[in-house]
């Protein structure tokens, strides 16, 4: 098991580099959305968990959080409104029933992968050094770039990613519970299974507005943490 920043620098970028190069050999004949891709990508994906939790495993922590906390307006709204994104403006119709179920439940899978990797420990080994506010700017791109290759290239999916990994990297900051940050994400990813939910739904524009407004009151309920002066206590 590893024990130092710098060696937990250094298996995160082996583990990710890996990953990518492993992932693109045998999904390069596969479409990105297909069943067969899903199916492919998922092991993969538990194997980055499995590894990270085997040489990582002082660095991926969780602090209890209260129901109070939770159910205080302050959070709650702004994240309902996070999670209304998808069935407002989602539409997976050209999928099969079967391929929109197994995105829903491969959901959980990928909120781990990504959540342990980029909010346990990407953000908290940044945050030592830099402070919350600057770990999230800077993992923010990482996790923008990440879905590179990954995502249609359009500007709402790419601004939905970057919002979306602003308003968890505040959550996880002022909470540091992991395992709220990777329901959330589950829960996001999930919904869009359920999609078209209206008909027509509306468009990726009003998306991008709720996600804007959904960021700004998690801003407003994330301001101690968000000080110049605060410091994480350490990896999470």
């Known amino acids: 098991m590893i024990h130092t920043d710098k060696s937990a620098w250094l298996t995160i970028l082996v583990v990710e580099f ?49 129901s109070s906390t939770l159910l205080h307006p302050s959070l709650l709204f702004p ?85 979306a990994s602003v308003l968890l990297g505040v959550v996880f900051a002022r909470t540091q519970n992991l395992w709220l940050v990777v329901c959330l994400h589950t829960l996001y990813d999930a919904l869009w299974s359920a999609t078209p939910v209206l008909s027509p739904p509306f468009p990726y524009s009003v998306g991008l507005v709720v996600l804007s407004v959904a960021l700004c009151g998690i801003l407003w309920w994330g301001c101690p943490t968000l000080r110049p002066t605060h410091r994480s206590a350490g990896p999470a």
């Open 79 to 163: 994240l309902l409104l996070f999670l209304s994104v998808p069935l407002l403006v989602g539409d997976l119709s050209y999928m099969t029933p079967a391929t929109r179920v197994v995105y829903a439940l491969t959901s959980i899978a990928v909120a781990l992968r990504e959540e342990i990797a980029f909010r346990a420990l990407i953000q908290n080994l940044l945050a030592k050094r830099f402070g919350s506010p600057a770990a999230i700017i800077l993992t923010t791109l990482a996790f923008t770039a990440f879905h590179i290759g990954a995502i249609p290239l359009s500007w709402f999916a790419y601004g939905q990613v970057a919002i």
């Open 18 to 66: 890996i990953f990518a190069v492993v992932t693109h050999a045998v999904l390069v004949r596969y479409w990105t959305y297909s069943l067969d891709a899903e199916l492919i990508r998922t092991p993969l994906r538990l194997a980055v968990v499995l590894i990270y939790w085997w040489l990582l495993r002082d660095f991926i922590r969780s602090q209890p959080i209260e």
